[in-house]
C-alpha cells in the first residue's frame, strides 16, 4: 500500500485485521490496495508522478 498509494495501513484507518478479512476470500495484497484505492478514489504513485521524477531526484 505504501509503494502503490504512498499511504500506510494506519494512514488508511485500516488495520492487520482488516487486510487478513480480505485475504480469506483468497485475493492477493495487491488485490486489496486495488480495491482499497479504488472505494477511496485514491491516485496511485504513477498517477501522481508518471515520469518518476521524485524517485530520480538526488536526495542529500
Given at each position: ?27 492477493s ?16 504513485r504513477?498517477q ?13
Amino acid at each position: 500500500m505504501l509503494d502503490e498509494l504512498c499511504i500506510s495501513l494506519s494512514d488508511a484507518g485500516a488495520d492487520r485485521a482488516d487486510v487478513l478479512r480480505y485475504w480469506k476470500f483468497d485475493e492477493s495484497p495487491a488485490d486489496f490496495v486495488d480495491w482499497f484505492g479504488e472505494k477511496y478514489d485514491l491516485i496511485t504513485r504513477e498517477q501522481w508522478d508518471p515520469f518518476g521524477i521524485v524517485s530520480r531526484a538526488i536526495r542529500p
